[in-house]
């Protein structure tokens, strides 16, 4: 199984500043044939299910604000959050849909506001 | 509106068994495969299981395999997980969530998810 981390474990962001958060995959997840990674991203709030922000690496899921993007390729891949908005306080998890099965998931990095 | 909306769990003790259900609207539910996800508590997101669009395809990690079974009645737009032999780390909040694809092998994002139905196992 492909192993996902994630770093930092948590991080303190100034409203307004920038967020940024690493994920790894222990193995490509680059279909090159397709030149697609299969690599997602979720949001989830507390006590809410996730929900999907970011899918094909740096495709934004619908009504995704621009703030959030998507960005790497191969085994390393970045969520950037440029403007931390309130409502962004959230636990971040990535996912490679490469291998399968199983899906995996990052451990997920907290965000919270300083 | 587009929902998925889970139901079913409960408290069990070790070694029984639990359905969930798991009710679509609002979507062509018969296009899609379906996934179960869950969390248990204060931890991260595990892939438990997922059924084509129609019902052929089917894989379970490895950690459920024997034990549970998904499956789906796409005439009432609903799936279904049977969990036999509960175990402890069984605890969680079960999410059913749709794949990111329409028909086909499916892509094996999520792009919704059910609110959940919490199961617990304790004796």
């Known amino acids: 199984d492909i192993v996902m981390t994630q770093s930092p474990d948590s991080l303190a962001v100034s409203l307004g500043e920038r967020a940024t958060i690493n994920c790894k995959s222990s193995?490509?997840?680059?279909?090159?044939?397709?030149?697609?990674?299969?690599l997602a991203w979720y949001q989830q709030k507390p006590g809410q299910p996730p929900k999907l922000l970011i899918y094909?690496?740096?495709t934004r899921a619908s009504g995704v604000p621009d703030r959030f993007s998507g960005s790497g390729s191969g085994t390393d891949f970045i969520l950037t959050i440029s403007s931390l908005q309130a409502e962004d306080v959230a636990v971040y998890y990535c996912q490679q849909y490469y291998s399968i099965p199983p899906v995996t998931f990052g451990p997920g990095t907290k965000v919270d506001i300083k | 509106q587009v929902q998925l909306v889970e139901s079913g769990g409960g408290v069990v003790q070790p070694g029984r068994s639990l359905r969930l259900s798991c009710a679509a609207s609002g979507l062509n539910f018969r296009s899609y495969g379906m996934h179960w996800v869950r969390q248990a508590p204060g931890k991260g997101l595990e892939w438990v299981a997922v059924t084509a669009h129609d019902g052929t395809n089917k894989h379970y990690a490895d950690s459920v395999k024997g034990r549970f079974t998904i499956s789906r009645d796409n005439s009432k737009s609903t799936l279904f997980l049977q969990m036999t032999d509960l175990r402890d780390d069984d605890t969680a909040v079960y999410y059913c969530?749709?794949?990111?694809?329409?028909?086909?092998?499916?892509?094996?994002?999520?792009?919704?998810w059910g609110r959940g139905t919490r199961v617990t196992v304790s004796s």
């Open positions: 193995q490509s997840v680059l279909y090159s044939s397709k030149n697609k990674n299969y």
């Open positions: 094909w690496a740096s």
């Open positions: 969530a749709k794949d990111g694809a329409v028909y086909g092998d499916g892509y094996w994002y999520f792009d919704l």
